[in-house]
């Protein structure tokens, strides 16, 4: 109830301001994004180029309630900054009320990335962000264009960026695309370390010692998150089944993940690697949100490794014996060293703010 009276409330608080001052966005120029040396290649779309002018609308249309049939939620409904684009609840409420079958992911670096969701459905922003609407927000094109059309800001912005004020699900997406692309989390201590080749400088001897064990098969976090020194985005984006379920039959997975895609068996039970970059803002954890705290999700690599037929065997070498069997010396160095991939000036930084406050 308390939910629906917040939801409520800021769609009449957003309605009553549409004519207040909000970021200039005249004078569109392209958006440089701010990424380290280290980083992979962007992947910005040839017909949905950055720009400034952009980026503003998009920010907008990402906070703004206007999206959903009902007016009642947004976005940063599900995608919070404080979490890192991620959301504390295990599940979020969609406009029907129902929740959603998958804990949200968090948004950031996804510029870097070509596949999204759990299960890798949907290969652009543009596309992922069309689901996301459709899905959770009931988004209805005809309905949202005569929404949007009365107010005069967005008047303004469509015409600026778009050259009409047609309103159409293409732009709305192209838009709400480009503010994502532009969410670049890189300064947590290990960024800072790295940047200016001093570890000891940001890191404890306890997280240095936690960053070795990452690195190597006591912990074997590199398999499926890379090396610490090379791949900075702390997820090989594959797909992995990483023993989460005893399942006795291939198809008794409660959820098929990628394999409900490819429609492949071997699929079955396996999901994306999540990047462990922002960890202590991101709970609770793994594609249901079944672990709420990152002890729960050292724990059950250390000790609650459970054996299905797409299990990775692989990357999960000590899957028989359970896990990795860290020691109490192991756990508190590693789990110390996985939050210094902690960004607490991303979560904070105003340009990713909801521009309404």
């Known amino acids: 109830m308390k939910n629906i009276f917040l939801c409520v409330f800021f769609t009449f608080f957003f309605i009553s301001c549409e004519d207040r001052k909000l970021p200039d966005i005249t004078g569109d120029v392209p958006y440089e994004l701010n990424i380290p040396a280290y980083f992979p290649k962007p992947n910005i779309p040839l017909d949905n180029p950055l720009t400034t002018n952009k980026v503003a609308l998009g920010r907008m249309l990402f906070y703004d309630p206007i999206l959903s049939i009902d007016s009642s939620l947004s976005c940063a409904s599900c995608h919070k900054q404080r979490f890192a684009f991620a959301d504390s609840s295990a599940k979020n409420r969609k406009v029907s009320h129902q929740l959603t079958t998958r804990n949200s992911m968090p948004l950031f670096n996804l510029v870097f990335q070509d596949n999204f969701f759990w299960d890798g459905r949907e290969k652009s922003i543009e596309s992922a962000t069309v689901d996301a609407l459709i899905d959770e927000m009931q988004f209805n094109e005809a309905k949202i264009t005569l929404k949007l059309a009365q107010r005069s800001v967005y008047r303004d912005m469509f015409k600026k960026v778009f050259g009409n004020e047609d309103y159409t699900q293409t732009q709305i997406a192209q838009a709400i695309s480009s503010f994502i692309r532009t969410m670049v989390s890189h300064n947590s201590r290990l960024d800072k370390g790295l940047k200016e080749g001093n570890f000891a400088k940001y890191l404890s001897d306890l997280e240095v010692k936690g960053k070795i064990i ?61 990047s462990l970059r922002n960890i202590s803002y991101t709970a609770p954890y793994m594609h249901d949100g079944r672990f709420q705290t990152l002890d729960e999700v050292l724990n059950h690599y250390s000790s609650g490794l459970k054996n299905s037929p797409t299990a990775d065997r692989v990357n999960l070498e000590h899957i028989d014996h359970g896990g990795v069997q860290l020691t109490p010396e192991e756990f508190i160095q590693l789990k110390a060293f996985i939050k210094t991939l902690d960004d607490p000036e991303f979560i904070q930084d105003p340009k990713f703010s909801n521009p309404f406050k």
């Open 214 to 274: 990452f690195d190597n098969e006591n912990g074997d976090c590199f398999h499926c998150h890379g090396q610490s020194n090379s791949n900075l985005l702390f997820t090989n984006l594959r797909f992995h089944n990483n023993a989460l379920d005893e399942v006795v039959d291939i198809s008794g997975f409660e959820d098929l993940g990628l394999g409900k895609i490819t429609k492949n068996p071997i699929h079955n039970g396996t999901f994306r690697t999540p």
